[in-house]
């Protein structure tokens, strides 16, 4: 079963930094491109950024660019994501999908950004 | 690409059908020919779980009651007969330009 398992969520004053790590589990995370999409308390899905299977190309949701690096080592079968200056309103959810279509999602980590 | 779901809130009854639009600001047909237009489904509680893919694909394990339709900026997602497990919010999303969501629609038992 695809599973991508999201970890590194916690507590961060505002300008903090955190990195979020995201393993596979039961599948190779090679064959597969990876999006971070995020769901701030009570509100609708946000996608954040994308790598390809290789890394070889990124993208970024305007409001986290310059601020968040989506990065991946695959000999580790694991993606990350870096995320600096941490404001109040990037506190959500957030959940590692699998596939160029979001085919598979973990369970997400909560990031809370507060002082 | 901005994504307008209708309607925000979708109360119906169980075993009759029911459907969402999701119109695109701009056409969501892609250089390559394809349209990519998903559905997903986020129950209480659950991370979003894809249901449909390309407009119309039913994604791995999902109920043929799912169906999608549409084309360039006007998409549907129809529920032929509502199950208690189908309470949930549903977005649109495209994968044409970068990645945008729709506000989500509320579906729950009347």
């Known amino acids: 079963q695809v599973q991508p398992v999201e970890s590194g969520g916690g507590v961060v004053q505002p300008g903090g930094s955190l990195r979020l790590s995201c393993a596979a589990s039961g599948f190779t995370f090679s064959s597969y491109g990876v999006h971070w999409v995020r769901q701030a308390p009570g509100k609708g899905l946000e996608w954040v950024a994308f790598?390809?299977?290789?890394?070889?190309?990124?993208y970024y949701a305007d409001s986290v660019k310059g601020r968040f690096t989506i990065s991946r080592d695959n000999s580790k079968n694991t993606v990350y994501l870096q995320m600096n200056s941490l404001r109040a309103e990037d506190t959500s959810v957030y959940y590692c999908t699998a596939g160029w279509g979001l085919d598979y999602w973990g369970q997400g980590t909560l990031v809370t950004v507060s002082s | 690409i901005v994504m307008t779901q209708t309607p925000l809130s979708s109360p119906v009854t169980l075993g009759q059908p029911t459907s969402i639009s999701c119109r695109s600001s701009q056409s969501l047909v892609h250089s390559d020919g394809n349209t990519y237009l998903s559905w997903l489904q986020q129950r209480p509680g659950q991370p979003p779980r894809l249901l449909i893919y390309?407009?119309?694909n039913r994604f791995s394990g999902v109920p043929d009651r799912f169906s999608g339709s549409g084309a360039g900026t006007d998409f549907t997602l129809k529920i032929s007969r509502v199950e208690a497990e189908d309470v949930g919010v549903y977005y649109c999303m495209q994968g044409t330009q970068s990645w945008t969501f729709g506000q989500g629609t509320k579906v729950e038992i009347k």
């Open positions: 790598i390809r299977y290789d890394g070889t190309n990124k």
């Open positions: 390309k407009i119309s």
